[in-house]
Structure formats: C-alpha cells, structure tokens
C-alpha cells in the first residue's frame, strides 16, 4: 500500500496594494453632457400681406443689423398712402379757408345774391297781399291763394338763407365747425401714418446681427399676415445647457464659487470659460433633473452651430475641508450589509486592517468618492 505524506507548508506572505489617502480636494469637478443653443432665435413675419417679390438671403447666411431679409410688393400700399395724403391736404385747405374767411369777390357775390332775393321776396309779398284781399271778397279759390302765399314763404326762407351766407363770410365760420374739421384733419393723419408704417411693414429687415437659421418659404409666394418667413438667430453670444440632478443644485447652493468649463469634442485639452445665466424651477418629469443654462462667447477659432454637443465641467467649491470626502479606487469600496459600504483600513504599525463603515457621494470614472471617519495619512 501506497501512503500519502502530509507536508506541512509555513503560510506565504502575499502583496496587497494599499492607499495613503491625502486630504481631500477643495474642489468637486463634475462632467455633464450639454447643447449649444443661440442666445436669441426668433421667427420674422410681415405684418401685412401681400405677394413676395424679393428673397435675398438663403440658409446659414450671415445677416447684419438693417439689411433687407425679405420685400412684399408695395405697389397698393404706395397707392393708398398717396389716397390718404391728398384727403388730408383737401381738408386743411378748407380748414385754412374757413379760417380766413370769404374773400371780398365772394362778400360781394352773396350781397347781390341777397339784394335779388329780397327784391323776389318783395314781388312775392306784393303778389300775396292783393291775392289775400281777393281772397277775402271771394273773388278767387282758396287753392289759388295759397299757391300765392306758398311763394311768399318760400321767398321769405330763401332771403333769410341768403342773409346767414352773407354773415358767414364776413365773420368767417362758426368755432364748432372748425373744432370739427380739425378733429377730420387729426384723424387723417392717423390715417397717413398708419399707410406709411404698412407701406414701411412691406420690408423684412435684420432686428439683429445673426445667421439665418432656415427659410420657410420661396420667393413669388402670396404671404398672409404674421407668417413666419425665415428663423434669424444671434450667434454672438451662446448658450450651453445641461441637466443638472438634485443634489448638485444643493451643492451649488452651498459653494462658494462654481467655475464653468465648457469643452468641444473636435477640440481636445481646451476648454472655453462660461457664465451662469439662469435654472429652471421645474424638474423634468422623466428624468428627475433641472435644466440649468450658462452663456459663453463665441469660440473665434471654430465653427459652432446650435445643436453641437459639448461637455460642460461643473467645478465646486467647498465652503469647509472634507466636506466632499476622500478620493479612492472603486474596487477599494466593499459591500456591506443592505445598501451600507465600508473600507478595509490598515493599523499600523501592528499591520491590522478593520472595516470602516463609509456613505459613498459619487463615482467618477475609475474612482468613488466617500465620507465617513477618515483622515489624511489613513
């Protein structure tokens, strides 16, 4: 029979890497992935209607403040201004004529007009006594009288009528009808200026320095009222923007300073400094994040267009040491009992190693970040 022997072997020392840790950043860096939006967009449409007749511009053109964009033909327009400009100037010729008074050929005219209708008015009168005593003594019909004094009061209205005229022009028109015709006049030249802005309304100009972004219509179309002809946006200045979870808000709102990095993916080692400009109050109802925006120059040295993905780097500044924990290896953070973590800590100079329980605030790449009862040195 074969016996095994038993050999007994003295336990082998074997390596295990180890960490010093050093005192924990001051600050947070954290990547998010944003679009670049321009800081103005804006959809230009006619405030009237009419047939398009020039459409200079085209797709991704850069436009200056001023220049023509778009021109409806303005021919009834013209037309219209010109109806209302001479309206106007009829009625501040009769206003200035009333104003001023009859001259001395039209005095004159309206005497003689009523010296003649007195005398008729007099012959009339004659006419009606001698008819009425014939009337009386019943030598006439009372049909044929009354055609007599019918005259004589008709002549009669007809001087009075006459005699109003004359005074008229001699003392120039009444107050309540100047105050009249120039409230005519005051309308009118509402009536000017409206043609004048609808005639300038004919015109589509640039309201700032930007780049035409699309173009929803060509040339030789019959266009309504508040169409949207092309989208004009201002690339002077962009905005970037990221969605941001809950708790970097409340670390934002704690941190002295945030520093904000903005970085192309066709540009790698450089980042582009922005400035924060506003969040949103309301969180996205799937992904439970806040969109916040930041605003940056425009990069000279590259070509950005809205819709570009960009990385923007979040940097926090803590307000004490330790506040954003220790650094460490991701393998290095063990699994605990439920959802609890801990490190293996190494005792020295007896080489002991414990468990140290550790709440871990974030991952970044290859690393964890943790807090608990740590040091620099451990």
Do not use: C
């Not at 007809?158 to 009249?180: F, H, M, W």
């Not at 002295?256 to 970085?263: F, K, L, N, S």
């Not at 000279?300 to 650094?327: C, I, K, Y």
């Amino acid at each position: 029979e074969r016996k095994e022997e038993t050999v007994s072997r003295a336990p082998v020392a074997r390596p295990v890497k180890t960490l010093v840790l050093s005192a924990p950043a001051a600050r947070d860096v954290r990547t998010y992935p944003g679009k670049i939006l321009a800081s103005q967009r804006v959809d230009l449409a006619f405030r009237v209607s009419g047939p398009l007749v020039e459409l200079p511009v085209r797709k991704a053109q850069n436009v200056a403040k001023g220049d023509l964009l778009a021109r409806l033909d303005p021919r009834d327009f013209e037309i219209q201004l010109q109806n209302v400009k001479s309206t106007l100037a009829n009625a501040q010729a009769q206003l200035a004529a009333m104003r001023a008074g009859a001259r001395k050929e039209e005095v004159s005219a309206l005497s003689s007009q009523l010296a003649s209708s007195r005398a008729r008015m007099e012959e009339a009168e004659a006419q009606y006594r001698r008819f009425e005593r014939l009337y009386k003594e019943g030598a006439i019909a009372a049909a044929e009288f009354d055609r007599y004094k019918t005259a004589y009061e008709v002549s009669k209205a007809t001087v009075n009528e006459a005699s109003q005229e004359l005074q008229k022009a001699k003392t120039g028109a009444r107050p309540e009808d100047i105050q009249a015709m120039e409230a005519t006049i005051r309308g009118l030249e509402s009536s000017v200026k409206a043609a004048e802005s609808a005639l300038s309304d004919t015109e589509l100009r640039a309201p700032f320095d930007g780049i035409v972004a699309d173009r929803y219509v060509e040339n030789f179309q019959s266009i309504q009222r508040d169409q949207p002809i092309l989208a004009l946006q201002d690339l002077k200045d962009l905005e970037v923007v990221i969605s941001v979870p809950e708790q970097d808000l409340t670390r934002a709102r704690s941190a002295d300073a945030v520093t904000v990095q903005v970085r192309f993916e066709n540009i790698p080692g450089k980042t582009f400094s922005a400035t924060f400009k506003e969040v949103a109050t309301q969180a996205d109802p799937q992904t439970q994040t806040y969109p916040v925006t930041f605003r940056m120059p425009y990069p000279e040295e590259l070509m950005v267009l809205p819709g570009m993905t960009v990385e923007v780097l979040l940097g926090f500044q803590s307000n004490a040491t330790g506040d954003w924990g220790f650094v460490v290896p991701t393998e290095a953070v063990a699994a605990g009992e439920g959802t609890s973590h801990f490190l293996l800590v190494v005792d020295e100079p007896a080489l002991t190693v414990r468990r140290v329980p550790v709440d871990v605030l974030s991952f970044r790449k290859e690393d964890a970040v943790v807090s608990g009862d740590l040091a620099p040195g451990t």
